[in-house]
């Protein structure tokens, strides 16, 4: 696709089969409307230090933003076409990092954020990311030392039915799953079996009903194969390891879907993009180039990365 814009892309929001929002560094932010014929290019007016690390869009006019960075670059806007902002969250302690974010629907939202005290960082909202909120650490486990998410490519937390939401952590030595059941107001934890290590551990998370795949590995290992990809088969309770994929390195971004019964799951990272249609015992090679991001609604989604890269995807079972 032609983005128009040379930005590294790491973020991808699917609204319906018409509308995607895309975000990513320099302050920059592509949206459709066409099912990915054409982009339209957005930028924050105060300049390209942002990075929006990660966008969740509302329909094909709106979208809430969120940056990453230490302090007060971590932030989250709401942005309507053409060029209306609204500020609705800014950092306000010097060692918070925001990593991704998340909506259940128009209204409940979640965001996560790196362990600044000896309680994971999770942000509510109920009223359309309007307003957010520290959840109540009464009722979730402590965090490890160092521990947090990779603000990769928007997808170190993904919300499911129900109220069913999964966080997937790292960095470290730290390497496991947050998972709520009732939006955000209790956690429990449960382990991964991927790599561990100071920069290492799980990246991202996407489920289909109660099948799941994690993706992660080691980020100082770009040349070799790691422990980087795990699927569940009962909403996150369990985990196992898949057959190693064809792309070395760690991955950045996970999506899976469903297909006419049919499972498809993606993993993909600065070396490429493989996918699987039996749950990680064999892999295909899909593309070699560098994707941050990638992301599946039914038959269709999109990979992005890194030069304002935006690869659709279709798929037939």
């Known amino acids: 696709m032609e983005s128009h814009t040379k930005s590294l892309l790491q973020a991808i929001s699917i609204v319906d089969e ?9 302050a920059t932010f592509v949206l459709t409307k066409d099912g990915g014929a054409s982009w339209q290019s957005f930028a924050h ?5 942002l990075q929006f690390r990660d966008i969740h869009g509302i329909n094909n006019e709106q979208a809430i933003l969120m940056t990453a960075g230490s ?3 971590s932030r989250i806007f709401t942005f309507t076409t053409p060029d209306q902002w609204e500020e609705n969250f800014v950092m306000e302690d010097s060692l918070g990092f925001l990593d991704c974010i998340d909506f259940w629907d128009d209204q409940r939202g979640i965001a996560y954020g790196d362990a600044i005290d000896d309680s994971p960082y999770i942000l509510l909202t109920t009223d359309g990311g309007k307003t957010w909120n520290r959840a109540d650490s009464t009722n979730m486990p402590k965090a490890g030392k160092g521990e947090g998410g990779f603000a990769a ?3 170190c937390v993904t919300t499911g039915e129900n109220g069913k939401a999964w966080i997937a952590t790292g960095a470290g030595g730290n390497c496991r ?4 059941e009732d939006y955000g107001q209790s956690w429990r934890e449960v382990n ?8 290492a551990g799980n990246t991202s998370v996407s489920f289909v009903g109660d099948v799941g795949v994690v993706t992660g590995g080691d980020l100082l290992i770009t040349d070799d194969h790691s422990d980087n990809c795990a699927f569940s088969n009962d909403g996150g309770a369990t985990w196992n390891l898949s057959a190693r994929p064809q792309t070395t390195g760690a991955f950045y971004g996970s999506s899976i879907t469903m297909v006419d019964d049919q499972i498809f799951a993606f993993a993909c990272g600065p070396n ?3 996918y699987t249609k039996d749950q990680g015992q064999t892999w295909i090679n899909l593309d070699t180039a560098n994707y941050w991001a990638i992301s599946m609604k039914g038959n269709v989604g999109y990979a992005s ?5 935006i690869l659709r995807i279709s798929l037939q079972p």
Do not use: E, R, Y
């Not at 018409?18 to 320099?26: A, E, V, Y």
């Not at 990365?305 to 890269?309: A, E, F």
């Open 177 to 180: 799953f947050l998972i709520t």
């Open 18 to 26: 018409n509308t995607t929002w895309i975000s990513g560094h320099d």
């Open 71 to 73: 302090g007060p670059l």
């Open 272 to 274: 490429g993009i493989d």
């Open 153 to 155: 490519s928007g997808t």
């Open 192 to 199: 991964s079996p991927l790599v561990t290590g100071d920069a």
């Open 45 to 49: 007016p105060t300049g390209d230090s």
């Open 305 to 309: 990365g890194t030069d304002g890269k």
